[in-house]
C-alpha cells in the first residue's frame, strides 16, 4: 500500500525553527518529484515547495523562499522540509504528496503535520 | 501566482447533478491539459479524484467528471449522493515561478 505519513508538527515561536518529515512507503521513492503542500484550518491548499527525484532541483512559494530547505533522503525513503524564521502566518497543517516524473496531478496525500506558530 | 477560482459554495439534492468552475489563466489552466480535481472531507486529507482534465483514477465513482474550455476548468458530479458532501479544489500546472497552483476551493453541500 503506498503510503506517506508526515511528521515534525508542533507548537513553535515566531522566529523558531522547525523540521517536518514525510516517510514513504509502498513505492520507489526515487522516481517522484515530491512535494509539501499547506492548508491553514479553514482555508484553501497552498503548494509550498517541490524536490526532484535526485535531490538535486528544488522549489519554493515566493512565501517562503530563503526560510524553508526541502530535502529528501531516497535510502531513508523520506523527505524533509526545514523550516526557519517561522511567522505566525506559517501555521497550517503541512502535507506531503508525491507527482511522478512525467506526470502532474497529486496522488496520494499523507495524514498532515500541524504547525502552529505562536508565542 | 493566484489561487485559480472557484465559487465558494454548490448545492444540490440528491440525485441532481452540479458543476463546479475553475478558471485561471493562459499560463495555467488554459495553457495545460494538467488540470486535476481534490475532494476533502473535514479533518480528511485531499483525495485525487480527476487528473489531466478528465480522466478518473481507479476506483473513482463515473459520476465524477471533468473538462476544460479556454482557461475554464469544470468538475461535474451526476447523480448527487450524500457521501459527496465535502470541499473541493482543482490545481493546475503553470508556467509561472511557482509550478503548480490550486483552485480556492468550493463547498458542496447535499441538501
Redesign the interface.
Known sequence: EVQLVESGGGLVQPGGSLRLSCAASGFTLSIYWM?W?RQVPG?????VS?INPDGTTT?Y??SVKGRFTISRDNAKNRVYLQMNSLRAEDTALY?CSRIRVG??????????TLVTVSS | QS?LTQPASVSGSPGQSITISCTGTSSDVGG?N?V?W?QQHPGK????MI??VNNR?SGVSNRFSGSKSGNTASLTISGLQAEDEADY?C?S?TST?????????TKVTVL
Open positions: 512535494h503542500v482555508k484553501g491548499l497552498v503548494w517541490r522549489e512559494a515566493d502535507y506526470e502532474n496531478w497529486f496522488d496520494p496525500w499523507g495524514q498532515g | 489561487a495545460y494538467y486535476s481534490y486529507a485531499p483525495k485525487l487528473y489531466e483514477p479544489y490545481s500546472y515561478s511557482t509550478p503548480y497552483v490550486f483552485g480556492t476551493g
